[in-house]
């Protein structure tokens, strides 16, 4: 099965974190988040991906050539250089690679879920589309009965419990028939289309650990979550690696940083970094390459141009 993983996006709610990197490339344990996807998706024996790249296209470039080299997966990327075509409007360009069932999932997505069960749920269900469906008390996007869509909500005009749209789903190529030239989103164009026609709409219900790294909060929480023990010990080991000088509850420190005489508390450090001694850091992201005077430092993004404190 052939996957897309959708990497265009700047991430304006991610400011300002997103004038040095684009969403898709900020760091999980010094490694980013693009990658925890491609792990997730070679795990399940997917070797064959599209990534779109709109902003910082270099930086994509880079991090996707590094992951298909370090995962022998065969990775391609999709410019959209004159504009970010959207969910849906990315599948556009590589329509005609799009022949057989495919998997898209956002990169921004932080979760456990084996993608294998999503794949065999597509395949029971025979539906025009399967998509992880997260259940949620308001800012639901589906109502679902028996895992079946049987309609939608939009959240910029009613709040509701019921299932979010969990940033990953199997299409049929039939579906590419709903995405119009240019720009445009999925729930606008493929998720009305199947529910208005009444096509085969299924969700693959999923209660395990989710997050969608959307602002500076969230990407804080990513990284405190996996030091925690609250992600699969088995897929954060496949995608940070074990290059590393430390990695237990308390501290993740990246190869090559000088942290010597620093009390890390529940705090990630990127490779590279310096920390002057007797400084103390709580609940904190350091960047790679970023250098930090002595100090004290709790609840703060830092990277070598800012410290962001996060509330």
Avoid at 29 to 50: F, I, K, M, Y
Avoid at 56 to 63: G, M, N, T, V
Avoid at 283 to 301: E, F, N, Q
Wanted: glycine fraction near 8%; include cysteine.
């Amino acid at each position: 099965m052939l996957a897309v993983v959708l990497a265009a996006g700047r991430g304006s709610r991610m400011a300002p974190l997103n004038a040095e990197l684009p969403k898709a490339l900020v760091p999980t344990l010094d490694t980013p988040q693009l990658a925890w996807v491609l792990a997730g998706l070679r795990r399940a024996g997917l070797d064959r991906v599209w990534v779109n790249a709109h902003a910082d296209h270099e930086a994509i470039d880079r991090s996707v050539a590094h992951e298909a080299a370090r995962r022998e997966m065969t990775i391609s990327v999709s410019h959209e250089r004159d504009v970010a075509l959207g969910t849906a409007g990315a599948l556009k360009p590589i329509a005609g690679e799009l022949t057989e069932a495919f998997l898209v999932a956002n990169a921004d997505i932080a979760t456990d879920l084996a993608v294998e069960r999503l794949i065999e749920a597509h395949r029971s269900a025979k539906a025009a589309a399967t998509v992880l469906a997260i259940p949620v008390e308001d800012e639901a996007d589906f109502a679902l009965e028996q895992s079946w869509v049987f309609d939608l909500i939009d959240r910029r005009e009613e709040v509701r419990s019921g299932h979010r749209y969990g940033g990953m789903a199997i299409f049929e190529p039939e579906v590419l028939s709903y995405v119009p030239e240019g720009e445009s989103g999925l729930y606008e164009t493929v998720f009305k289309g199947l529910v208005r026609d009444h096509k085969g709409f299924a969700a693959l219900e999923w209660d395990g650990y989710w997050l969608d790294i959307a602002t500076p909060k969230d990407h804080l929480k990513a990284n405190l979550d996996v030091l925690a023990g609250m992600r699969d010990p088995k897929l954060a080991t496949d995608a940070a690696g074990e290059a590393c000088e430390r990695w237990d509850v308390m501290a993740f420190v990246g190869e090559g940083a000088l942290v010597e005489d620093v009390d890390l508390r529940h705090s990630v450090v990127g490779k590279r970094v310096a920390i002057a001694p007797g400084s103390r850091l709580e609940r904190c992201l350091v960047w790679a390459g970023a250098h930090l005077p002595r100090g004290d430092y709790r609840d703060t993004i830092i990277t070598p141009n800012r410290q962001l404190p996060v509330r």
